[in-house]
């Protein structure tokens, strides 16, 4: 009985030549991640185990991204909690503010993920990576702790769904539609602790930044991780960030899933999810119409360059709607670079948008675009839990930025082909 891609990628981490789902492994890692709400957490509980040394200080990063610039007392307190240990035990990859980004944009940046490699973050959506052919989850900050100290960690050996991907993407389509069509299809526990493992021939059609953003919101099926297949544009998008060797995985071809479904991506239509839930989608034409007071366009779903393309593209010449604010959130600084030299920034800018350095920020209600009661947004985050933008009266729809931008354009929900 053959192996998927990510229970080969955690046979090799615990030193087995096989392992099967619902075995109970303890894996080596490649890299801890946390950030500035999660690490203080983590810290403590490394101190209070009486731990003072890291096992690689190569292999941590800390991103300070959730609340920064600090917002308030609190957060700027934390903030100097990583601060000092980042400092104390030399950690190689701490990103301050003036170089962090949102984390899931930044590690696959800067080169600290690669194909075949084992990451757990003190973040749910550390699962993002799998879009390079990694094995990566989401922890609690206690596993941090234990992961900071020893390199360790236990997992149980997930079971897998097979997407398989057909077709391609038709216009104002993108990889946001096909990860709420999936979970629309499949619900918030649709996947519960199995891997989501993509292939196909669709999958060649998708670019790196539509594969992290299907990834990134693996979990909001229930899932472990999210993965995909090695392809020319992983190995390009790696080319120049990843100099050290890795390990491309394939599933076997009797790889045993517990799950099969397939995708049409040239059936797929523009989806958004409406309160509470990220499985409550709809095609956008059954939402058109519904009034909006603030879109916002970033994290670390669709923060990246393609996202602030198609965004711009839509809103390049226009203006957004009276009584609707704009908040558009490159998610690294380099994406900021990038989108300012294509002149995204001044489009946006032009077209009546806040553009805010990089920040998780609204995202989950922390600062930069805090809802009011019963206001509702339409953003390209990943959830719109009760009272996860503002007070639990407020509500949230999720949707690509080409939803998002024909939206602000309007003042409300608004497909992009129309606009
Ligand atoms: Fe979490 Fe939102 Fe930040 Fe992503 S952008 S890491 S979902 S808070």
Same mark, same amino acid.
């Given at each position: 009985m053959?192996?998927?891609?990510?229970?080969?990628?955690?046979a090799?981490s +615990? &030193? /087995?030549?096989? !392992?099967?789902?619902?075995?109970? @492994?303890?894996?080596? %890692? #490649?890299l801890?991640l946390?950030?500035?709400?999660?690490?203080?957490?983590?810290?403590?509980?490394?101190?209070? +185990? &009486? /731990?003072?040394? !890291?096992?690689d200080?190569?292999? @941590?990063a800390i991103? %300070? #991204?959730?609340?920064?610039?600090?917002?308030?007392?609190k957060?700027?307190?934390?903030?100097?909690?990583?601060?000092?240990f980042?400092?104390?035990?030399?950690i190689?990859h701490?990103?301050?503010?003036?170089?962090?980004?949102?984390?899931h944009?930044?590690?696959?940046?800067k080169g600290l993920?690669?194909?075949?490699e084992?990451?757990?973050?003190a973040?749910?959506?550390?699962c993002?990576?799998?879009?390079l052919?990694?094995?990566?989850?989401g922890?609690?900050?206690?596993?941090?702790?234990?992961?900071?100290?020893t390199?360790?960690?236990?997992?149980?050996?997930?079971?897998?769904?097979?997407?398989k991907?057909?077709?391609?993407?038709?216009?104002?389509?993108?990889?946001?539609?096909?990860?709420?069509?999936?979970?629309?299809?499949?619900?918030v526990d649709?996947?519960?602790?199995?891997?989501?493992e993509?292939?196909?021939?669709?999958?060649?059609?998708l670019?790196?930044?539509?594969?992290?953003?299907?990834?990134n919101?693996?979990?909001?099926?229930?899932?472990?991780?999210?993965i995909?297949?090695?392809?020319e544009?992983?190995?390009?998008?790696?080319k120049?960030?990843?100099?050290?060797?890795?390990?491309?995985?394939k599933?076997?071809?009797?790889?045993?899933?517990?799950?099969?479904?397939?995708?049409?991506?040239?059936?797929?239509?523009?989806?958004v999810?409406?309160p509470?839930?990220?499985?409550n989608t709809?095609?956008?034409?059954?939402?058109a119409?519904?009034?909006?007071?603030?879109?916002?366009?970033?994290?670390?779903?669709n923060g990246?360059?393609?996202?602030?393309?198609?965004?711009?593209?839509i809103?390049?010449?226009?203006?957004?709607a009276?009584?609707?604010?704009?908040i558009?959130?490159?998610?690294?600084?380099?994406?900021?670079?990038?989108?300012m030299?294509?002149g995204?920034?001044?489009?946006f800018?032009?077209?009546?948008?806040?553009?805010?350095?990089?920040?998780c920020?609204?995202?989950?209600?922390?600062?930069?675009?805090?809802l009011?009661?019963?206001?509702?947004?339409?953003?390209?985050?990943?959830?719109n839990?009760?009272?996860?933008?503002?007070?639990?009266?407020?509500?949230?729809i999720?949707?690509?930025?080409?939803?998002a931008?024909?939206?602000?354009?309007?003042?409300?929900?608004?497909?992009p082909?129309t606009?």
């Open positions: 053959g192996m998927t891609m990510t229970q080969k990628i955690l090799k +615990a &030193g /087995l030549d096989r !392992v099967e789902a619902g075995q109970l @492994i303890e894996g080596k %890692l #490649d801890v946390g950030n500035d709400i999660t690490t203080p957490v983590a810290i403590k509980e490394f101190q209070k +185990a &009486g /731990l003072n040394q !890291v096992f200080r190569d292999k @941590i991103v %300070l #991204d959730h609340s920064t610039p600090c917002k308030d007392i957060s700027a307190q934390l903030c100097a909690i990583c601060r000092e980042a400092k104390e035990h030399q190689t701490f990103y301050d503010v003036g170089q962090m980004g949102v984390e944009a930044l590690l696959p940046e993920v690669a194909p075949g084992v990451i757990i973050g973040d749910s959506h550390t993002t990576y799998g879009a052919g990694a094995f990566s989850t922890v609690g900050s206690t596993d941090m702790a234990a992961g900071m100290a390199g360790l960690a236990w997992f149980r050996v997930p079971s897998a769904i097979q997407v991907l057909t077709g391609q993407l038709g216009p104002y389509v993108s990889g946001k539609d096909v990860i709420l069509h999936l979970i629309g299809r499949i619900g649709g996947a519960l602790y199995q891997s989501l993509f292939c196909g021939e669709g999958v060649a059609s670019e790196m930044d539509d594969r992290f953003t299907i990834c919101m693996a979990i909001e099926a229930g899932a472990k991780n999210g995909f297949p090695v392809d544009k992983t190995i390009a998008y790696l120049g960030r990843v100099n050290r060797e890795y390990t491309v995985f599933a076997d071809p009797d790889a045993v899933y517990a799950r099969q479904i397939e995708i049409n991506l040239s059936q797929l239509r523009p989806t999810a409406l509470h839930l990220p499985s709809k095609p956008v034409d059954e939402v119409g519904k009034p909006i007071q603030q879109v916002v366009i970033g994290s670390c779903t990246r360059l393609k996202d602030l393309r198609e965004a711009a593209a809103l390049r010449g226009k203006k957004v009276d009584g609707v604010r704009c558009v959130i490159p998610a690294t600084q380099q994406i900021y670079l990038d989108a030299a294509e995204l920034i001044a489009d800018i032009q077209a009546g948008a806040a553009v805010s350095t990089p920040t920020g609204p995202c989950l209600g922390g600062h930069m675009g805090v009011s009661d019963n206001e509702w947004a339409i953003s390209t985050t990943n959830r839990f009760v009272g996860r933008m503002g007070p639990t009266s407020s509500m949230i999720l949707a690509s930025p080409a939803v931008a024909a939206s602000a354009v309007t003042g409300v929900v608004t497909d082909a606009v």
